[in-house]
């Protein structure tokens, strides 16, 4: 059976910071491409950035470029978000999930997800 669980979520004052962990078991990520997504209040799924061994890193917002980045732990079968300098629009449920090799911005396309971990940036 696939799981993957995130954890690290929490609240966070503006310009601070989180990392955010997936951990896979039944599943090893180390050629997949690894997206992680968000979803705030009343609004859609979005797409935060994916890694993958084939292109690197891919961003999907501008807002999170130079705050956010990915890395991953093969021996851990682990990737983590690492969030800096956090604002309130980055308020949300955080996902983590997979597809084969490359990244891409449709949340349909992702074949494992984890089941969220909320983070929420507020003085």
């Known amino acids: 059976q696939v799981q993957l669980v995130e954890s690290g979520g929490g609240l966070v004052q503006p310009g601070g910071s989180l990392r955010l962990s997936c951990a896979a078991s039944?599943?090893?990520?180390?050629?997949?491409?690894i997206g992680w997504f968000r979803q705030a209040p009343g609004k859609e799924r979005e797409a935060v950035l994916c890694?993958?061994?084939?292109?690197?890193?891919?961003y999907y917002l501008d807002s999170v470029k130079g705050r956010f980045t990915i890395s991953r732990d093969s021996a851990k079968n682990t990737v983590y978000l690492q969030m800096e300098d956090l604002k309130p629009e980055d308020t949300a449920v955080y996902f983590c999930?997979?597809?084969?090799?490359?990244?891409?911005?449709?949340?349909?396309?992702?074949?494992?997800w984890g089941q969220g971990t909320q983070v929420t940036v507020s003085s």
């Open positions: 999930a997979t597809r084969s090799r490359y990244c891409s911005v449709t949340y349909s396309t992702y074949l494992y």
């Open positions: 890694m993958s061994n084939v292109v690197g890193l891919s």
């Open positions: 039944g599943w090893t990520l180390d050629n997949d491409a």
